[in-house]
């Protein structure tokens, strides 16, 4: 089946304009994860969706960055008045939720994002 | 605080054998996970620890110790195309958010 797609895979952007990312995650994963990942550093969790409701806001950078899920499905983050420093990969992963056990999660290949 | 620490960086060589260090400080524990991620690509799942001891999955194997809060990924008969970071990740609950360490790139020299 279909794995967890993001949009766009690149996206150039200057400085102080607002982007917005999207995620579709794999059909019936109910938890939907966005992270950060500078050039050869390591993943930064940013939001954590438990179906449409985000538990845990807690590595959102700054006020300029927010995220939505609709339902079960797909997501957007939404970065407003861009700096450079927002430049990065951003990664969307899905995984199953519930039970007595974590469950793997499945990244989608990430938006490449660059703030000139 | 949470905390996952693991060696930025470990060289080997083809064919060999090379043991990659996690261990954790979180406020719970659900299992621990390894990740592989090569260079501009997304990570892909490597193994799940749950309960203590070695898990095997062909070239690939995974230690968990509970009690000293230590895993190691072991990587047997190495190949070139095991280039890549190898990222340990610790959910401290079923309803939370996982916890990554900075990841280890692996070099693989002929």
């Known amino acids: 089946g279909a794995g967890v797609s993001q949009s766009p895979s690149n996206k150039v952007t200057e400085k102080g304009k607002d982007v917005e990312l999207r995620c579709d995650p794999i059909s019936g994963h109910t938890a939907l994860y966005w992270y950060r990942q500078r050039l050869g550093q390591g993943l930064e969790f940013l939001i954590y969706f438990q179906g449409n409701s985000a538990p845990d806001k807690s590595g959102l950078p700054s006020d300029r960055f927010s995220a939505e899920r609709t339902g079960e499905s797909v997501s957007t983050l939404t970065i407003q008045r861009t700096q450079q420093e927002d430049s990065a990969v951003y990664l969307c992963?899905?995984?199953?939720?519930?039970?007595?056990?974590?469950?793997?999660?499945?990244f989608g290949p990430g938006t490449r994002l660059t703030v000139t | 605080g949470q905390n996952i620490d693991q060696p930025t960086e470990m060289t080997a060589t083809e064919g060999a054998i090379v043991q990659i260090n996690c261990t954790y400080q979180t406020s719970g524990f659900n299992g621990l996970f390894w990740y592989q991620q090569h260079a501009g690509e997304a990570p892909t799942f490597l193994s799940y620890?749950?309960?203590?001891g070695l898990e095997e999955k062909g070239r690939f194997s995974s230690f968990l110790s509970r009690s000293k809060g230590y895993s190691y990924l072991l990587l047997k008969e190495l190949q070139m195309k095991d280039s890549a970071s190898y990222l340990c990740a610790v959910p401290p609950s079923r309803d939370d958010k996982i916890i990554f360490g900075k990841g280890t790139r692996l070099h693989i020299l002929p």
């Open positions: 620890n749950v309960l203590d």
């Open positions: 992963a899905s995984s199953l939720a519930g039970g007595s056990v974590s469950y793997e999660q499945y």
